[in-house]
């Protein structure tokens, strides 16, 4: 049911974002995203680990300080995070759940920069924090840091 919410909101989003104009020769662009972070299992030697589905950030800030007709070139920041995706785990000792952080800082190219689409090439580098619960699945303080 929360997944179902979760494709809802991002279908809506992006309908909206679908129909938007683009304006020409803007130089300053802001995109945001809403998602979702499908869970996975992993086996691994001290038993199984199950991470749950999360919801996921992002936004955009880019600045166009190239461009011609054909070729636009942009810096850009990205700002990713996932507040909660929560554990279970058969080992009892796992942290309960994780938040995780990204920041990005890159480049960018755009092909045809004020068609309607427009195609682009990225590379970035950038900073990561994975933090982890205060507790352990079993209820106890998480001594990891």
Do not use: C
């Not at 007709?69 to 058969?90: D, F, H, T």
């Not at 009892?92 to 068609?115: E, H, K, M």
């Amino acid at each position: 049911m929360k997944y179902q919410s979760i494709l809802r909101i991002t279908g809506l989003i992006t309908a909206i974002v679908a129909v938007v104009q683009v304006a020409p020769a803007q130089r300053h662009e802001i995109g945001l995203t809403l998602g979702a972070l499908i869970g996975t299992a992993k086996d691994t030697p001290g038993g199984a680990l199950d991470i749950g589905t999360g919801v996921a950030f992002q936004a955009t800030y880019g600045y166009r300080f190239l461009g011609t007709g054909k070729v636009g070139l942009s810096g850009e920041v990205r700002l990713l995070a996932s507040p909660l995706q929560e554990i279970e785990s058969s080992t009892r000792t796992a942290t309960r759940d994780y938040a995780s952080l990204y920041v990005i800082p890159g480049v960018r190219v755009n092909f045809a920069p004020a068609a309607r689409v427009s195609p682009f090439a990225a590379i970035g580098w950038g900073y990561a924090l994975f933090e982890q619960s205060t507790n352990r699945i079993d209820g106890n303080p998480n001594a990891a840091p």
